[in-house]
């Protein structure tokens, strides 16, 4: 939680100057680029994140590493991390960039789960019909789950729908589970006959 609160400061700090400056996209993709450069390399994530590591040697190798691939904005924020000793903080505020520039531009993404595939067809008029219940622009992100039998089962943001036929079977078997507890009945009728 301190870790979020903490990233949450730097994210608005550079979102907001990427917003002046009309980078907001660019600006989430360099992010994204040298947090993937991080992932992709444990010598350089360990190097990157290592405390003990003095700050003018990481400043100079950061800077001759991203020197024309990364714009000032970018290459003077990850100086500024590392001056503050925030370094660990850069997967954090690159995620937290995300969900700011999908709130700046009234997007949300949908994690739909069904039980088959959807076709494009299926898939966009599920956005459609999703982005007028929302009020913003829904991404969708699909994902196959046998497990739920027949419906589908969405989330955007915090908000969940369970519209699966194994979500309704369970709904079923917690209203029975309670009607006997309720009862002491055990029987189907819940007259004890």
């Known amino acids: 939680m301190f870790k979020e609160t903490v990233a949450r400061r730097y994210s608005a700090a550079l979102f907001a100057l990427a917003k002046d400056a009309g980078t907001i ?33 990481k400043t100079g190798l950061l800077k001759s590493a991203i020197s024309g691939r990364a714009s000032e904005l970018i290459s003077g924020f990850l100086t500024l991390l590392i001056a503050k000793r925030r370094e660990n903080l850069v997967e954090t ?10 709130e700046d531009a009234q997007r949300a993404t949908a994690h739909i789960a069904t039980p088959a595939g959807l076709d494009r067809a299926e898939l966009a008029d599920l956005a459609r019909r999703l982005s007028n219940v929302y009020k913003r622009t829904i991404v969708p992100q699909a994902k196959v789950d046998p497990g739920i039998l027949g419906g589908a089962v969405v989330q955007v943001g915090d908000k969940y729908v369970d519209a699966s036929i194994a979500g309704k079977l369970e709904a079923v078997r917690r209203h029975l589970l309670a009607h006997v507890d309720s009862t002491g009945s055990t029987s189907p009728n819940g007259k004890g006959t």
């Not at 505020?93 to 999908?102: G, K, V």
């Open 25 to 57: 996209d660019a600006t989430v993709r360099e992010l994204d680029t040298f947090v993937a450069a991080l992932k992709s390399d444990p010598a350089i994530a360990e190097f990157f994140g290592s405390p003990v590591i003095e700050r003018a040697r």
């Open 93 to 102: 505020i690159a995620r937290q960039m995300h969900e700011l520039s999908d």
